[in-house]
T-cell receptor, first 110, second 115 residues
Framework: DAGVTQSPTHLIKTRGQHVTLRCSPISGHKSVSWYQQVLGQGPQFIFQYYEKEERGRGNFPDRFSARQFPNYSSELNVNALLLGDSALYLC?????????FGPGTRLTVT | AQSVSQHNHHVILSEAASLELGCNYSYGGTVNLFWYVQYPGQHLQLLLKYFSGDPLVKGIKGFEAEFIKSKFSFNLRKPSVQWSDTAEYFCAVILLNQAGTALIFGKGTTLSVSS
């Protein structure tokens, strides 16, 4: 079975630009969560979606938004990028409690 | 705010040495507990989890962890480490009775095993 997939793998953007990151969950998983991991830290929760509805939101500014589609895939959008948004963005899918992570998208903001 | 503390930032061991990584959380309610591992160049993988029942849980690759509710701890152990255990280890918690099931992670512990 395919695991969680994310695209793109790497991305370089300029300050002020917008970015869209994509995630496809494990087949059958209806919940998708997004995390930001900066170097030397553990992942920090951004959003959780279940059946296309937002179930939780972490302490991130409104520049961050997300949505989940009928096929349970998800997009994370970040507007007005700042240098501090440079990080590894992780997507995780879950069926019943335990979350399975994708390889992440490495975002570099210059 | 709820948090997860991992006591050791970097642990260096020789092969066959025993391992114990500390993890404490600050939340008085019911929790689900996890240890994740990130091998070099790979994505986060679930090592083991505790939801309820026997507080001593066994995971993959010979790892185990013990949930001690009175100490708010969930320490990871392995009797004899191998070079291939070199990785970053993250303790994480889900707070039950709250909306959503967001994982709260510790800062991680880097384990280096020399052969």
């Amino acid at each position: 079975d395919a695991g969680v997939t994310q695209s793109p793998t790497h991305l370089i953007k300029t300050r002020g630009q917008h970015v869209t990151l994509r995630c496809s969950p494990i087949s059958g998983h209806k919940s998708v969560s997004w995390y930001q991991q900066v170097l030397g830290q553990g992942p920090q929760f951004i959003f959780q979606y279940y059946e296309k509805e937002e179930r939780g939101r972490g302490n991130f500014p409104d520049r961050f938004s997300a949505r989940q589609f009928p096929n349970y895939s998800s997009e994370l959008n970040v507007n007005a990028l700042l240098l501090g948004d440079s990080a590894l963005y992780l997507c995780a899918s879950s069926l019943s409690g335990e979350q399975y992570f994708g390889p992440g998208t490495r975002l570099t903001v210059t | 705010a709820q948090s997860v503390s991992q006591h050791n930032h970097h642990v260096i061991l020789s092969e066959a040495a025993s391992l114990e990584l500390g993890c404490n959380y600050s939340y008085g309610g019911t929790v689900n507990l996890f240890w994740y591992v990130q091998y070099p160049g790979q994505h986060l993988q679930l090592l083991l989890k505790y939801f309820s029942g026997d507080p001593l849980v066994k995971g993959i690759k010979g790892f185990e962890a013990e949930f001690i509710k009175s100490k708010f701890s969930f320490n990871l152990r392995k009797p004899s480490v191998q070079w291939s255990d070199t990785a970053e280890y993250f303790c994480a918690v889900i707070l039950l009775n709250q909306a959503g099931t967001a994982l709260i992670f510790g800062k991680g512990t880097t384990l280096s095993v020399s052969s």
